[in-house]
């Protein structure tokens, strides 16, 4: 019979840990790192644990003195948090209405990296984990190695192994959480878009997450094909908005829409003009058929006589889509890729269902400035002949000021699904690009106290160094270096973001292959670009501040440009690729400004503005 593998090396009560012979602690920890990782624990790891047990011992012993109630608290080692590709707390105590979340650590040196590593702990458990999300998940740092100890910084408490019975006594006397209970719950993270994509397309159930069926990605799907049912029984041409901030599930609805629409008689497709997004998607789906390029799409049906087989089209970023200016310079047609798509809707025979998701913002290029009211001129245009019915939600509702539109507000995804930590991140984008200094400072003090840190600093290499510690235990984490493609300082660094350097970029290797693989993100070696990123996410962004958008003391100014194609108003761009590199992050971000005497004033607004300078190692005296 084959034995079942458990989440987790050991658990048990504190009575329990004080009565097992340490031995057999240890050999549950050795095996289960043999079944997690297939390989045996190296001899520093095992002297850590060894270390870590001992620490543990002393302080229930100590405790249990005073407090003979704690021997029945409950201890979990090495939990596995799962879905996270092996993320693993050291240690997790149950106490009275409170779970407790260790990380040991030998460094002689605390490092802001080892704090941010175990409160990401806390938070993630906090978040997700069923029996953890109505009582207080509290972040321990435990530098075994000192003594005398005892502090708490930014939400972390930082105690040595001599002060860990007197932390521990300060908690209530009454009934723990049942340890055999909390291992019952479910863990539930949010996935990636890329980790959603491939559940979708394997027909896999998605993670139910209470956040995200409250914010509405499982309403406006449903809304979707409510609308393309309607539209196909009554013979109608219909035109959808899903908007929403950066992270708000965008893209995941339309990918579950589509997925789920091509099962019934009206075949569908998902298009996206961001090239990166689709070779990434089509990598981590392993076909081509599914994610299809709108560019091309457009070009095949809309300029020839061609009629494409689907009913439901999806396409991403519509507020990004070219004007027939752009595109006459571009490809000789002299229609705006929205009037091109409406063309196509009006071919396909009986009915149609367009779908466009609008990121609020997000107009990076030239040729893109015409935003949503691009599609009310194309439904006004002498080229439609058919009466478009309009969906969207209330924001959008006065840009069709001459068509019969239909407000539904849950197709607006107002909040960010990338973490609780992240969703008021792109209004502190916002605010800061806007100038709002005093705003986005008030606002960076709620996000950091939530856990999500901006991190600030002028050595690039701490910048690395502190990222790679960070994630040193968690493979499965995505990071890279983010930044402007209209900087010409960054090369000067290491940071080559030029076109001839990023054209060369496979993104299907940057975003899905591994530390240490050619190409992988996680190497902080390869650069992408706004272009490169948009619609995609890391759970840390090393984003390299470029000499394109300084502050020059009062606003923000753009260094001058020759750009190929004619742009309305470029500081706008500018600042737009600046809301996406700024907006990728789901865990924390780190801003790095080139150490140049012109870049000082930026540095002065994004610490006004909330930003916190990178302390790689902390002032603590151990």
Partial sequence: MTKIRQPYAWSGTAKDLLNTPKSLIEEALKDHLRSLLNKNAAETQVDAWSEEIEILRTAFRDLAIARPDSLMWGLVLEYELPLEGGRRPDVIITAPNKILVLEFKQDPKINRAYMDQVFGYARDLSEYHSKSHDVVVIPFLVPSRSNNLIEERDGVKIVSPDKMAAALSEFEEELPISISEWLLGEYAPLPTLIQAARMIFQNERLPSIRRAESLGVGDAVIELQKIAKESETKNQRSLAFISGV??????????????????????????????????????????????????????????????????????????RAWDAEHMGVKNNVYFSEPELLIKIGEKLPNWANLVGLIGHGQEINSGEEAGIAGWNQAINSKSAKSNWKIFTSSRFKDEFPNSEVTVIDTLDLSKSLRSRRAEDLHEWVAHLLEGRIADASKLARKIISSGFQIHLTRNLEEAKKFIQTLYQDDPEKRYGILASSKDTCLPNFGILNSFQDTKKIKYAKWYNNPTGEAGSSNNLEDVVTEFGCQGLEVDCALVAWGNDLLWDGTSWEMRRLRPKFKQHDPLALRKNSYRVLLTRSRDEIVIFLPPEERFQQTEMVLLAAGARLMQFDLDVAI
């Fill in 246 to 319: 950066p992270g708000a599930g965008k893209t995941l609805v339309g990918l579950r829409f589509v997925y789920e629409s091509s099962s019934n008689s009206a075949n569908s497709i998902f298009l996206s003009g961001n090239g990166p997004l689709v070779e990434v998607l089509r990598d981590a789906l392993k076909a081509k058929a599914f994610v299809r390029d709108l560019h091309s799409f457009i070009k095949t049906y809309g300029t020839t006589e061609k009629i494409p087989t689907q009913h439901i089209i999806v396409f991403d970023e519509a507020q």
